[in-house]
Protein backbone atom coordinates (compact mmCIF):
# COMPACT_ATOMS: atom_id res chain seq x y z
CA UNK A 1 0.00 0.00 0.00
CA UNK A 2 1.41 3.61 0.63
CA UNK A 3 4.89 3.90 2.38
CA UNK A 4 6.22 5.83 5.47
CA UNK A 5 7.32 9.68 5.09
CA UNK A 6 11.16 9.76 4.20
CA UNK A 7 13.01 13.02 4.14
CA UNK A 8 10.85 15.45 4.28
CA UNK A 9 8.41 13.71 1.66
CA UNK A 10 5.45 11.74 2.08
CA UNK A 11 4.24 9.11 -0.31
CA UNK A 12 0.88 7.45 -0.97
CA UNK A 13 -1.08 5.90 -4.40
CA UNK A 14 -4.50 6.42 -5.16
CA UNK A 15 -6.74 4.73 -7.38
CA UNK A 16 -10.22 5.23 -9.32
CA UNK A 17 -11.78 3.00 -11.92
CA UNK A 18 -8.35 1.67 -13.83
CA UNK A 19 -6.34 5.04 -12.99
CA UNK A 20 -3.30 4.53 -10.50
CA UNK A 21 -1.32 7.55 -9.25
CA UNK A 22 1.25 7.82 -7.18
CA UNK A 23 1.86 11.02 -5.22
CA UNK A 24 4.86 12.61 -3.45
CA UNK A 25 3.77 15.65 -1.08
CA UNK A 26 7.20 17.83 0.34
CA UNK A 27 6.85 21.36 2.45
CA UNK A 28 7.12 24.54 -0.33
CA UNK A 29 4.82 26.88 -1.92
CA UNK A 30 1.83 24.83 -3.41
CA UNK A 31 2.93 24.07 -6.84
CA UNK A 32 1.58 20.78 -7.98
CA UNK A 33 2.81 18.85 -11.00
CA UNK A 34 1.04 15.99 -12.96
CA UNK A 35 3.33 13.35 -15.33
CA UNK A 36 5.73 16.07 -15.41
CA UNK A 37 3.18 19.24 -16.54
CA UNK A 38 1.59 21.97 -14.27
CA UNK A 39 -2.12 20.79 -12.98
CA UNK A 40 -3.69 23.50 -15.11
CA UNK A 41 -1.77 21.89 -18.43
CA UNK A 42 -2.39 18.34 -17.84
CA UNK A 43 -6.27 18.79 -16.38
CA UNK A 44 -7.46 21.27 -18.83
CA UNK A 45 -10.87 21.45 -17.33
CA UNK A 46 -11.18 23.54 -14.25
CA UNK A 47 -13.21 21.09 -12.35
CA UNK A 48 -10.58 18.88 -12.63
CA UNK A 49 -8.22 20.71 -11.19
CA UNK A 50 -10.81 21.54 -8.42
CA UNK A 51 -11.25 17.95 -7.81
CA UNK A 52 -7.54 17.37 -7.26
CA UNK A 53 -7.03 20.42 -4.91
CA UNK A 54 -9.96 19.90 -2.99
CA UNK A 55 -8.45 17.46 0.03
CA UNK A 56 -5.80 20.56 0.28
CA UNK A 57 -8.55 22.98 0.42
CA UNK A 58 -10.52 21.51 3.09
CA UNK A 59 -7.71 21.13 5.13
CA UNK A 60 -6.27 24.65 4.49
CA UNK A 61 -2.41 23.90 3.13
CA UNK A 62 -3.03 24.55 -0.38
CA UNK A 63 0.16 27.09 -0.35
CA UNK A 64 2.17 25.09 2.06
CA UNK A 65 2.75 22.26 0.23
CA UNK A 66 4.12 21.07 -3.23
CA UNK A 67 2.92 17.80 -5.08
CA UNK A 68 4.45 16.20 -7.78
CA UNK A 69 2.17 13.06 -8.99
CA UNK A 70 2.15 10.27 -11.64
CA UNK A 71 -1.21 9.17 -13.03
CA UNK A 72 -1.82 6.01 -15.62
CA UNK A 73 -4.79 4.74 -16.98
CA UNK A 74 -8.44 5.23 -17.51
CA UNK A 75 -9.74 9.14 -18.41
CA UNK A 76 -8.69 12.34 -17.22
CA UNK A 77 -11.78 12.56 -14.76
CA UNK A 78 -10.61 9.30 -13.01
CA UNK A 79 -7.40 10.06 -13.08
CA UNK A 80 -7.90 13.62 -11.28
CA UNK A 81 -9.87 10.80 -8.97
CA UNK A 82 -6.93 8.82 -8.43
CA UNK A 83 -4.85 12.17 -7.73
CA UNK A 84 -7.24 13.80 -5.40
CA UNK A 85 -7.01 9.94 -3.45
CA UNK A 86 -3.10 9.86 -3.68
CA UNK A 87 -3.35 13.36 -1.94
CA UNK A 88 -5.43 12.78 0.67
CA UNK A 89 -3.62 9.54 1.96
CA UNK A 90 0.14 11.40 1.74
CA UNK A 91 -1.48 14.31 4.06
CA UNK A 92 -2.73 11.84 6.43
CA UNK A 93 1.21 10.94 6.57
CA UNK A 94 2.21 14.35 6.77
CA UNK A 95 -0.25 15.06 9.88
CA UNK A 96 -2.64 12.57 10.98
CA UNK A 97 -4.96 15.55 12.85
CA UNK A 98 -6.55 16.09 8.97
CA UNK A 99 -7.87 12.29 9.22
CA UNK A 100 -11.27 13.56 10.76
CA UNK A 101 -11.55 16.45 8.28
CA UNK A 102 -10.90 14.37 5.00
CA UNK A 103 -12.67 11.42 6.36
CA UNK A 104 -15.66 13.12 6.78
CA UNK A 105 -15.63 14.19 3.56
CA UNK A 106 -15.07 10.88 1.92
CA UNK A 107 -11.62 11.58 0.99
CA UNK A 108 -9.86 8.67 1.81
CA UNK A 109 -11.85 6.03 0.98
CA UNK A 110 -11.13 4.43 -2.39
CA UNK A 111 -14.40 5.26 -5.37
CA UNK A 112 -14.74 1.16 -5.89
CA UNK A 113 -16.67 1.31 -8.66
CA UNK A 114 -16.01 0.13 -12.44
CA UNK A 115 -17.34 -0.59 -15.77
CA UNK A 116 -19.26 -3.95 -15.53
CA UNK A 117 -17.42 -6.97 -17.84
CA UNK A 118 -19.19 -7.18 -20.99
CA UNK A 119 -21.48 -11.19 -20.82
CA UNK A 120 -20.61 -13.68 -23.42
CA UNK A 121 -23.78 -13.85 -26.00
CA UNK A 122 -24.40 -10.02 -25.31
CA UNK A 123 -23.69 -7.21 -27.11
CA UNK A 124 -23.08 -5.32 -24.00
CA UNK A 125 -22.70 -5.44 -20.14
CA UNK A 126 -26.63 -5.72 -20.02
CA UNK A 127 -28.22 -4.89 -23.16
CA UNK A 128 -29.37 -8.22 -24.62
CA UNK A 129 -29.81 -8.74 -28.65
CA UNK A 130 -33.45 -8.70 -29.78
CA UNK A 131 -35.50 -11.06 -28.95
CA UNK A 132 -37.42 -12.83 -31.92
CA UNK A 133 -40.37 -15.58 -31.68
CA UNK A 134 -40.23 -16.97 -34.80
Known amino acids: MAEAATDNRAYATGRRKTAASRVWITPGTGKIMVNKKDLAAYFMRPTSEMIVKQPLTLVGVLEKYDIVATVRGS?????????????????LKVDPSFRL??????????????????????????????????
Do not use: C, W, Y
Not at 81 to 90: K, L
Not at 103 to 132: I, N, T, V, W
Open 75 to 91: GLNSQAGAVRHGIARAL
Open 101 to 134: TLKKKGLLERDSRMKERMKPGQPGARKKFQFSKR
